[in-house]
């Protein structure tokens, strides 16, 4: 889509239509003589017409009106300019997602101000320097960077046509520089999150790839089964000292207790059996054979 067709947004800055800057207009008689010579500039084309209601709703809209004759009373108060102002502030930080204080808003609007005089200041010193006269701005709009004293530039007839042109051109630029901002400050929000979730994602990935590596992670019998079955027995270890013959399965000591000494035994009991030969005929002490032995059981 071409820059300057009908259907670009940049249609009221054309000099040759219905949002053209003229000499001089009328606030508040619609049914005068040069409102109908404007009027008639429309014709047929309903997409100029529903163009000039969204701007027109727009200006009512930052400047809290519901007429153009309102816009006489704003000329002639600076009270209520700056009541109307310190509102607009708050709509154009809405606008543009910034945040803070009133202080800090108005600040980020006057970069937007001087990025737009930035940009004139280039295109008359370079691209077209043999039409700097027509394309510098004056020093009234250049000093100027509250949005709504621009846009009562606009309609005050104490202004060149020249000068007025200028404000509304200062103002797209402004908008322009505000949109571009914005899409930059949420791109690096984005950047930043996709950065954390991809971070997050890969910790978790590499965590989960270094537990399924350990064969009792899966929970299904089959899975467990068949990862047992792959995976080979570790035996425990065993200390020998050196000069010690190795110990053999037969040589183990036995895990459990023979069944003739599994008894109810308390922990504190210590039994004593002995085997005794008495002669017959013997006198009353008995007498130990050297067969006999002592077993200590204890639980």
Not at 56 to 84: H, K, M, T, V
Not at 247 to 272: A, D, E, G, Y
Not at 282 to 290: D, F, I, P, Y
């Amino acid at each position: 889509m071409s820059l300057i067709d009908d259907k670009s947004i940049f249609t009221a800055m054309k000099q040759n239509g219905p949002f053209a800057v003229t000499d001089s207009f009328t606030l508040g008689q619609p049914f005068s003589k040069d409102m109908r010579i404007w009027a008639r500039q429309f014709g047929n084309d309903r997409l100029s017409a529903t163009k000039y209601r969204v701007v027109r709703a727009q200006i009512f809209d930052f400047l809290g009106i519901e007429s153009f004759a309102e816009i006489s009373a704003l000329l002639a108060n600076p009270a209520l300019r700056r009541e109307r102002s310190e509102r607009a502030c708050l709509l154009l930080g809405n606008l543009f997602g910034i945040t803070g204080s009133t202080s800090e808003i108005r600040s980020k609007i006057r970069e937007y101000a001087k990025t737009a005089d930035a940009v004139i200041d280039l295109l008359r010193g370079k691209l077209f320097a043999p039409y700097a006269s027509h394309v510098e701005t004056c020093n009234e709009i250049e000093t100027t960077h509250d949005p709504v004293e621009l846009l009562l530039c606009v309609f005050d007839d104490r202004y060149h046509m020249k000068a007025r042109f200028e404000a509304k051109r200062k103002l797209v630029l402004m908008n322009l520089a505000g949109s571009i901002d914005q899409r930059e400050r949420e791109t690096v929000v984005m950047m930043r999150r996709n950065f954390r979730r991809a971070v997050v994602a890969g910790a978790h990935a590499q965590f989960s790839s270094r537990i399924a590596q350990w064969p009792g992670w899966q929970t299904s019998t089959v899975t467990r089964a068949a990862s047992s079955a792959d995976s080979p027995r570790r035996e425990p270890k065993i200390f020998r000292i050196s000069g010690l013959p190795a110990r053999t399965s037969s040589s183990r000591r036995p895990t459990q207790t023979p069944s003739v000494l599994s008894r109810c035994v308390s922990s504190s009991s210590v039994v004593t059996l002995r085997t005794t030969a008495q002669t017959r005929g013997g006198n009353s002490s008995s007498r130990t054979s050297e067969t006999g032995f002592a077993l200590v059981v204890t639980t």
